[in-house]
C-alpha cells in the first residue's frame, strides 16, 4: 500500500508557514511536487533572497535575469499577502548585474506588505552612488537593517516607524539634511538598539551630529571622518564609538551607562607621534565625563594614550569594576597609574597584548629597565585588583618580566587568566612565572 501523503492535505496556509522555516530557495524547490504545490509558495511569509551565484558566475549576466525573474514572478504571485522577515542581498552595477529599477520596486513591494523584520544588503559596484528611495511609513517595521554603499532618498510623507526596536545602517548615506539619522531617531520612539557607520566617500564636509533618544539601550557608531558631536541617550546601557581624530564633543549625556568600548583612530596613511607634554590636543573631555559612571570599559591603545592630554580633568570612575585596555609597542602607558588611583573600586584588569613604549609617566604599572626605574611613584600597591586577564601573551623576556611585577605589587591579586598570542607554536612555559 502506498504511504499517505499526509502533508499535501495540510490547508495552504499552514504549508505556507512551514516552508517559511527553510530557505526560499528550498521552498520554491516545492512547487514541482505536484500541481497542487505551484501556488502554495504564495503564503510563505519569510524571504531570503540573494543573488551572490551572479557575482560569482562568469556569465553573471544571465544569471541576474534569472534571479530578476525569479523575484518579480514571486513577489506577484504572492500578491499583497503579510510578509514577516525579508532578507534581500544584491549586486547592482553595471557588467550585467542586477539593475536598481528592479531593486527599486522590490524594496517597495515588500515595505507595502508591512513586514516586521527588514535587512537590505545591497552591493553596489559601480562609480556613482545609487539611490533608492524609501517610504518610512511603517506601522508594522521592528527591525530594519540598511548597507551598503548606496543613497537613501526618503519620500515625501513623513518618516514614522513607532514599532522599530533594532536600527541598522551600514556604509550608507542620505540625499538632504546632514542631520537625517538624528530626525529618524526622534521619530522611533520605541527603538532599543542602533548601528551606524559612517559612509567612506571621496566628498566629505564636516557635519554636526545632533542624536537623542530616550529610548535607546544600546549603540554602536563608527564615524570615519572628524565631527562636531552631540549626544542625549539618558537610558542607554551599551556604548561603543569609534571615531576620527579631530572630532570633538559638545554635549554627551549618557546617565545610565553600564558598558562602554572607546576606539579613537588617525587619519589614514597620516604617521602620528604622540611624545608626553606634545601632541595635537583633541577636544573630548565631555565624552570622558559622560562615561566616568561605567561599570565596564573598554580602551584602544590609541584613546588611551590620548587621555594622557586630560590628565589633569580626568575624574575619578568610582563605579568601575573592569577595566579592559589594548596595547601596542607604539604607544605608552603613561595616563594608567592615574587611571588606576582614580578607579578605586577595580576588581577585573584585562590588557590585549603587554608591549608598549615605556616612559617615566608609567609609574610602577609597567616593569622598566629605563633610567627612572628606582624613582617610580607606586600605584598597584594601593589597587584592589582580583582578577587578572592577559590575552596575546608572547612567552618573551619582557612579557615574563611584566608578569613577574604584576603578580609582585598587585595584594588583592586572586585569579591571573593567561591566553598566548594565536602565533605562538611553544606552549608557555608555566614553571617560568
Known sequence: MDAEDRVSRLPDELIGCILSFISTKQAASTSVLAKRWR????????????????????????????????????????????????????????????????????????????????????????????????????????????????????????????????????????????????????????????????????EHHPVQIQWSSPSLKRLRVRFNYDRIISFDFPNLAFFELSYELGSKFLDVKLDSLVEARLDHWLYRGELWVTTYGTGIHVDMIHLINAISNVRVLHLSSVFLELLCFYRKELPVFDSLVCLSIESTGSRSWGIMPLLIKNTPNLETLVIKGLKHRSTITCGDVCFSSGPWRKDRSSFLSASRVKVLEISDYRDSKNDRNQMKHFLAKLPCLELVKICAENKLKVPIDIHRL
Open 39 to 202: 501556488n502554495v509558495f504564495a503564503f510563505v511569509y519569510n524571504l531570503d533572497l540573494d543573488d551572490h551565484e551572479a557575482k560569482r558566475n562568469r556569465h553573471g549576466g544571465e544569471t541576474s535575469k534569472r534571479f530578476t525573474a525569479f523575484v518579480s514572478n514571486l513577489l506577484n504571485l504572492q500578491g499583497g499577502s503579510c510578509l514577516k522577515k525579508v532578507t534581500l542581498k544584491s549586486h547592482v552595477g553595471v557588467r550585467g548585474f542586477l539593475d536598481r529599477a528592479h531593486v527599486q520596486n522590490w524594496i517597495c513591494n515588500v515595505l507595502d506588505r508591512g513586514v516586521v523584520d527588514l535587512d537590505l544588503v545591497i552591493t553596489f559596484l559601480g562609480k556613482i552612488l545609487p539611490v533608492f528611495k524609501l517610504n518610512l511609513m511603517s506601522k508594522t517595521l521592528v527591525k530594519l537593517r540598511l548597507g551598503s554603499r548606496f543613497i537613501i532618498k526618503l519620500c515625501d510623507q513623513d518618516v514614522s516607524l513607532p514599532m522599530l526596536r533594532k536600527l541598522c545602517l551600514y556604509s550608507v548615506d542620505f540625499d538632504g539634511d546632514s542631520n537625517v539619522v538624528g530626525t529618524l531617531l526622534s521619530r522611533c520612539p520605541l527603538l532599543e538598539e542602533f548601528d551606524f557607520e559612517e559612509l567612506i566617500s571621496e
